[in-house]
Nanobody, 125 residues
Framework: QVQLVESGGGLVQAGDSLRLSCAAS????????MGWFRQAPAKEREFVAA????????YYTNSVKGRFTISRDNVKNTVYLQRNSLNDEDTAIYCC??????????????????WGQGAQVTVSS
């Protein structure tokens, strides 16, 4: 079983920046597309960003383009999500996931089979 662990969540002020990390303790992430998703209170889980296995390509949902940056360090077996200019709509539980299936879009949660437990991010205005 792949175990993913997110870290870096917390309570921040609107306009602040925060970086989330996602690390795998045993299994490699290096050959996989990795994604970040989030779920706000009373809302469905939504795609945030994804990055190719090499790190050469990245994808974002429109609401975070220009503010969030996904990256990875394949030596450290870790994926990051740098988030700038946070606002209250960014309040959510953020989860990283490893993509296992390639039948649809990278933005579909059903393409991902292994998930972290999530990190709470609360933006106070």
């Amino acid at each position: 079983q792949v175990q993913l662990v997110e870290s870096g969540g917390g309570l921040v002020q609107a306009g602040d920046s925060l970086r989330l990390s996602c690390a795998a303790s045993i299994h490699t992430l290096n050959n996989y597309v990795m994604g970040w998703f989030r779920q706000a209170p009373a809302k469905e889980r939504e795609f945030v960003a994804a990055i190719s296995a090499s790190g050469g390509d990245s994808y974002y949902t429109n609401s975070v383009k220009g503010r969030f940056t996904i990256s990875r360090d394949n030596v450290k077996n870790t994926v990051y999500l740098q988030r700038n200019s946070l606002n209250d709509e960014d309040t959510a539980i953020y989860c990283c996931a490893r993509r296992e299936f390639y039948s649809g879009s990278y933005s579909s949660q059903y393409e991902y089979n292994f998930w972290g437990q999530g990190a709470q991010v609360t933006v106070s205005s």
